[in-house]
């Protein structure tokens, strides 16, 4: 038994497998898409870009470091904005236009939409980690 977890370990990761990650990872449900998964990676997609959509147009927040903070503060900024980097292109959108990145602390939704960002981008990781382990033949 012990011999079967090695030589699972041992198995290389095929090249499609990460490039359909980094598919799946950029444009949310593509990664299922691209494997014939339609009705999957419309919802997982789906789900993503509405909870993103939504998170912005709460009013929600957009982490970025950007250099001017310092010590703690710029550790404090660097979970959230990696959990909002999950979400793929559309933060990189979003980083590149300078949408989303400003506080809108005086919206009552605010922290709603802090929460959908998050989450958005949280759950495309999930989304990418199981398009990359049904490629890699982890997963059916």
Known sequence: MVANRIEKR??????????????????????????????RGIL???AVWAMFLIGLW???????????EHGLSALLQLL?????FGSGLPYLF????NIGFTD?????TYEYGNAFLLVAGLFNY??????????AGRKQ
């Open 10 to 39: 041992n198995v290389e990761t095929p090249k499609r497998a990460w490039l359909l990650g980094l598919a799946a990872w950029a444009l949310p449900g593509a990664g299922h898409i691209i494997q014939k998964r339609w009705l």
């Open 44 to 46: 997982l997609g789906g």
């Open 58 to 68: 709460l009013g929600g927040h957009l982490y970025a470091v950007s250099g001017k």
């Open 80 to 84: 959230p904005m990696i959990a909002n």
């Open 94 to 97: 979003c980083l590149v236009g």
């Open 104 to 108: 809108n602390a005086q919206l009552v």
């Open 126 to 135: 999930l989304a990418m980690l199981g398009a990359f382990d049904i490629a």
